[in-house]
C-alpha cells in the first residue's frame, strides 16, 4: 500500500510539473518556455529515460534474489513488492521521457515491450497471491477448526472433499495446459462447497460462520493448488521471455541515443 501510494504521488507530482507543456499538440509545444527541458533530448525529459533504463536494470535483481539469494536478503514478498514498483515507476518515467509521444520504431518496440512487461507482471502479482503456499495444510487445519467447534463432522467432511479432486496438472505444464485446467478447478470448487454447505447444518454462532467460510475457502485453494503453481511458472516464463526483450530494445534505445550524442549529465 505505502508503495502504490508513492507511485501515485510520483506520478502526480511528474504530471503536475508538466502538465502544461504535456497538453500541447506536437507543434505548440516548440513555443512552450519547458520545452528545451522536458522534450525527450531535454536534460529532464533525457533524466527521465535514464531514469527508467537504470530501474530496469534494478528490477531484474528480484530474477538474481529468485535464483540465488538465501534468507537473509530478506522476504521474497517484500522483493516482489519491489519488483512491481520499479517496473511500475519505470514504465511511468518512459511515458514522461517520451514526452507522450512514439516518433521512432526504436522508441516504440521500447515502450511497447516494457508495457507488456508490466501487464504480465500485474497478472503475475495476481497468480502468485492466488496460488496457495501450502494448500494441503490449510485444508487440515481449517477441518481441525471447525471439528473444534463441531465434533464428529470432520470425517465426513474430508471424504467428500476428497471425492472431489481438483485437476492433476503436472508441474512442467505450458502456459496452454494450465490455462485449460482453469474451469475444472472451477467447477471443483463450487462442488465442494456445496458438498461443504450439504454437510454442515446451518451455523448459528458467528465462529461457525467463520470457520465454515474458511473451510470452503481451503478447500477451493486446494482444488487448484497444482494448477495455480503450474500456471504461475509457466506465466513467469513468458514475463521473463519479454522482459528479454524489453532488455534489448532499452539497450539499444539507450546505445542510439548515447550514440547520437543523447548523454544526458554524461555530455
Not at 502468485?128 to 463432522?153: F, I, M, W
Not at 485437476?167 to 505450458?174: L, R
Amino acid at each position: 500500500m505505502i508503495l502504490a501510494l508513492v507511485l501515485v504521488a510520483i506520478t502526480v507530482a511528474l504530471g503536475y510539473r508538466g502538465y502544461s507543456f504535456y497538453k500541447l499538440s506536437l507543434e505548440d509545444r516548440v513555443e512552450h518556455p519547458d520545452f528545451r527541458t522536458l522534450r525527450p533530448s531535454g536534460m529532464i525529459g533525457n533524466g527521465y529515460g535514464w531514469g527508467a533504463a537504470l530501474l530496469v536494470v534494478l528490477n531484474l535483481s528480484y530474477l538474481i534474489r529468485r535464483r540465488f539469494g538465501g534468507a537473509k536478503l530478506g522476504s521474497m514478498r517484500v522483493w516482489l513488492d519491489l519488483h512491481v514498483f520499479t517496473g511500475m515507476l519505470a514504465a511511468v518515467l518512459v511515458s514522461f521521457h517520451s514526452a507522450f509521444q512514439l516518433r521512432t520504431p526504436i522508441a516504440t518496440a521500447s515502450t511497447a515491450s516494457l508495457a507488456l512487461v508490466v501487464l504480465t507482471g500485474l497478472i503475475g502479482r495476481f497468480l502468485y497471491a492466488l496460488a496457495p503456499v501450502s494448500g494441503r495444510e490449510r485444508l487440515r487445519a481449517a477441518l481441525d477448526d471447525y471439528d473444534q467447534l463441531t465434533p464428529g463432522l470432520r470425517d465426513r467432511l474430508a471424504r467428500a472433499i476428497a471425492e472431489l479432486p481438483g485437476p492433476d496438472v503436472p508441474a512442467n505444464a505450458s502456459l496452454l495446459r494450465s490455462l485449460w485446467a482453469i474451469p475444472s478447478w472451477r467447477r471443483v470448487a463450487r462442488l465442494r462447497r456445496g458438498a461443504i454447505e450439504l454437510l454442515t447444518p446451518p451455523p448459528t454462532l458467528r465462529d461457525e460462520r467463520r470457520a465454515i467460510a474458511e473451510l470452503v475457502k481451503a478447500a477451493a485453494a486446494d482444488a487448484r493448488a497444482s494448477a495455480t503453481a503450474a500456471l504461475l511458472r509457466s506465466w513467469r516464463g513468458l514475463h521473463r521471455f519479454f522482459a528479454l526483450v524489453m532488455l534489448a530494445a532499452v539497450f539499444l534505445h539507450a546505445g542510439v541515443a548515447w550514440y547520437y550524442g543523447y548523454r544526458w549529465i554524461f555530455s
